[in-house]
């Protein structure tokens, strides 16, 4: 068993954003979605389990020299949750899973590192999730130990209910960085962090 896999959400319709898929738009040169898997990938060192659905095709063509292996689910216009279980059914066996999406570049490996050692501290029993001033962030790390649970229900499977229904298996961790409270929606939301990015390689 790994110690370590990650799966991220790629599937969404992307509405809001417009005509372009925002996992598409460029990232510091490369997609949003690739920019994302290198990401995950330099915090586990492990490859990235990406579950596709809108746009599956040209997901998987930005993703043809990274680290990430796709898995396609049918019922994307069902909603996340159903993401999120065909990505806990195809991930590979490890002993920490960390599950995130896909339009979130702010984040940095080490953010994500700070993310699994808050996690392995508090004793790695539990599902953390990152909070800052009461808001919920992602990613969330989950145990091996409660994989199935959040298979258990048919009909709302994934996180966001079990967390909820069963606060006992969540801790909370104050992480403060922006990066896991923000992600990118509406083509503002890209420009603004479009310049971030230029600034950055000035």
Same mark, same amino acid.
């Given at each position: 068993?790994?110690?370590i896999?990650?799966?991220?959400? !790629?599937?969404?319709?992307?509405?809001?954003m +417009?005509?372009?898929? #925002?996992?598409?738009?460029?990232?510091? +040169? *490369? %997609?949003?979605?690739g920019?994302? *898997?290198?990401t995950y990938?330099?915090?586990?060192?492990?490859?990235?389990?990406v579950v596709?659905?809108?746009? $599956?095709?040209q997901?998987?063509d930005a993703?043809?020299?990274?680290? !990430?292996?796709?898995?396609?689910?049918?019922d &994307?216009?069902?909603?996340?949750?159903?993401?999120?279980?065909?990505?806990l059914?195809h991930?590979?066996a490890?002993?920490?899973l960390?599950?995130?999406?896909?339009d979130?570049?702010?984040l940095?490996?080490?953010?994500?590192?700070?993310l699994?050692?808050a996690?392995?501290? $508090?004793?790695?029993? #539990?599902?953390?999730? %990152?909070?800052w001033?009461?808001?919920?962030?992602? %990613?969330?790390?989950v145990?091996?130990?409660?994989?199935?649970?959040?298979?258990?229900?048919?009909?709302?499977?994934?996180? #966001?209910k &079990?967390?909820?229904?069963?606060?006992?298996? *969540?801790?909370?961790?104050?992480?403060?960085?922006?990066?896991?409270? !923000?992600? *990118?929606?509406t083509?503002a939301?890209y420009? !603004?962090?479009?310049c971030? &990015? #230029?600034?950055?390689?000035v």
């Open positions: 068993m790994d110690e896999g990650a799966i991220l959400l !790629a599937a969404g319709l992307s509405a809001r +417009g005509a372009q898929n #925002k996992l598409l738009l460029p990232i510091a +040169g *490369v %997609p949003m979605i920019h994302m *898997v290198e990938s330099a915090a586990t060192g492990r490859p990235v389990l596709t659905g809108h746009e $599956a095709d997901i998987e993703l043809r020299d990274s680290p !990430a292996v796709t898995c396609f689910n049918p &994307f216009e069902q909603g996340q949750a159903r993401s999120v279980m065909c990505g059914l991930a590979p490890a002993r920490r960390i599950i995130g999406l896909g979130q570049p702010r940095r490996p080490a953010d994500l590192g700070a699994i050692d996690h392995d501290a $508090a004793g790695g029993d #539990k599902i953390s999730i %990152p909070q001033q009461a808001q919920r962030g992602n %990613p969330i790390l145990p091996a130990c409660l994989r199935a649970r959040l298979l258990e229900d048919p009909r709302a499977p994934g996180c #966001k &079990f967390t909820r229904a069963y606060p006992e298996h *969540v801790q909370f961790h104050a992480l403060q960085n922006p990066g896991f409270y !923000a992600d *990118v929606d083509p939301a420009a !603004a962090l479009h971030t &990015f #230029k600034e950055a390689t």
